[in-house]
């Protein structure tokens, strides 16, 4: 099983950055994709970025291209987004996710699930 916690959600400005992290545990983390998800009220979820293991592949939905980058650091079970020219259609709750299989961006192909870190851009 695979443990998830993000962290680094916030209130920024339209123009900005955050970098969210999540912080894995449990002895699959290894052996899983990692990928990023954001839900907007009243919307549904949203794929957003996955990184393959242990890092070479990445891709992006097409709100985050050129815009987010996505990384994990094997060595400390984490995974990050760093989120730049933030903007208000980017409010939503953030989840880092991670999958068994390869390449999917699929949120049904994600078994584990972090909690959700809010990140909220005003104009």
């Known amino acids: 099983q695979v443990q998830l916690v993000e962290s680094g959600g916030g209130l920024v400005q339209a123009g900005g950055s955050l970098r969210l992290s999540c912080a894995a545990s449990?002895?699959?983390?290894?052996?899983?994709?990692m990928g990023w998800f954001r839900q907007a009220p009243g919307k549904e979820r949203e794929f957003v970025a996955r990184?393959?293991?242990?890092?070479?592949?990445?891709d992006y939905g097409d709100s985050a291209k050129d815009r987010f980058v996505i990384s994990r650091d094997n060595t400390k079970n984490m995974v990050y987004l760093q989120m730049n020219s933030l903007k208000p259609e980017d409010t939503a709750i953030y989840y880092c996710a991670a999958s068994r299989a390869r390449g999917t961006h699929y949120a049904v192909d994600y078994h584990y699930w972090g909690q959700g870190t809010q990140v909220t851009v005003s104009s």
């Open positions: 990184i393959s293991f242990p890092g070479r592949i990445a």
């Open positions: 449990g002895r699959s983390f290894s052996n899983n994709d």
